[in-house]
């Protein structure tokens, strides 16, 4: 008996990681990428470049790693890895994110040491923030679409992040504060949107 041929109308199958060793190496090299701010790299890397997530999962996604414990994108490669290999897969993901950059910044330390005070250095770490700021304004107004699909609508998430900005830049309000308020009123809204 013949297998049944998809239908010419069904989504083709989304990539997935081919192997704790995949998760290793995209990782690393997502990692080699992003030094002084990976929002963006994770984002082109995971969602446009291996499709590995929709923009929407990477949204719900980031927003979890956020508030959990420890570095966003190493709460994030955790995820990942567990999601598709179990303890292998996180182990391997969180391995790629740490080996090869850890070695990166150690050199590099040791080089700082030796040119630290020369005017060039000061000048290119000031032009480098300016950069890692854009890279994630730029990612901020990329990812902005995926709001459109949240339960709360785009105005009340426009909302919201006006507040969190007000309260965090103009305010100068701790995280630690900012969070739970805002982030626990976003939380309670979306569960009361999206209850039967």
């Not at 963006?40 to 446009?48: G, I, K, M, S, T």
């Amino acid at each position: 008996m013949p297998e049944p041929q998809p239908s010419p109308d069904a989504p083709a199958p989304r990539p997935l990681p081919r192997s704790p060793a995949d998760l290793f190496w995209s990782f690393t090299w997502l990692a080699l990428q992003g030094f002084g701010g990976v929002l963006a790299v994770v984002q082109r890397e995971l969602v446009e470049k291996k499709r590995w997530m929709t923009n929407e999962e990477f949204v719900e996604d980031w927003a979890v790693a956020q508030i959990m414990p420890g570095p966003n994108v190493v709460n994030l490669a955790v995820m990942i890895g567990d999601r598709h290999f179990g303890l292998r897969g996180a182990l391997a993901a969180i391995a790629g994110m740490l080996t090869f950059p850890l070695l990166v910044v150690l050199a590099l330390a040791l080089v700082y040491a030796q040119f630290a005070s020369h005017p060039a250095v000061a000048g290119a770490l000031r032009g480098m923030g300016a950069v890692a700021a854009g890279l994630i304004a730029g990612t901020g107004l990329k990812l902005a679409a995926a709001l459109r699909k949240h339960p709360l609508g785009p105005w009340l998430c426009a909302v919201l992040v006006a507040l969190t900005f007000a309260g965090m830049a103009l305010l100068h309000w701790p995280l630690a504060w900012v969070l739970p308020a805002l982030g626990g009123m976003a939380c309670v809204l979306t569960w009361r949107k999206m209850a039967p």
